[in-house]
């Protein structure tokens, strides 16, 4: 083995094939962690959207249900409130 010869473009080559396989692979895992860090703000997003939307239904449901009698008088179909029309 003492007279092993490798050519100098083979251990160039490798060099290279290595740099860039590391370069590479970094990139990969800084966009990783980019990805899941939208991920993670999206999801924060999507929840606080979920609970506007909750709001939203039970503020409809408390006008509907309050105005319940002035909203039969204008033939507006409720689709949120569940009380009965009180009618006098």
Do not use: C
Request: charged share 20%; hydrophobic share 45%.
């Amino acid at each position: 083995m003492a007279d092993l010869k490798v050519p100098l473009a083979l251990v160039i080559a490798m060099v290279v094939q290595i740099v860039a396989g590391t370069f590479w692979v970094s990139k990969q895992a800084h966009r990783i962690l980019h990805l899941e860090s939208q991920v993670a703000e999206n999801n924060e997003w999507i929840d606080q959207l979920y609970a506007d939307t909750e709001n939203l239904i039970k503020f409809a449901t408390f006008t509907e249900n309050r105005w319940a009698a002035a909203y039969e008088e204008f033939g507006y179909t409720r689709t949120w409130g569940t009380k009965q029309v009180e009618t006098e």
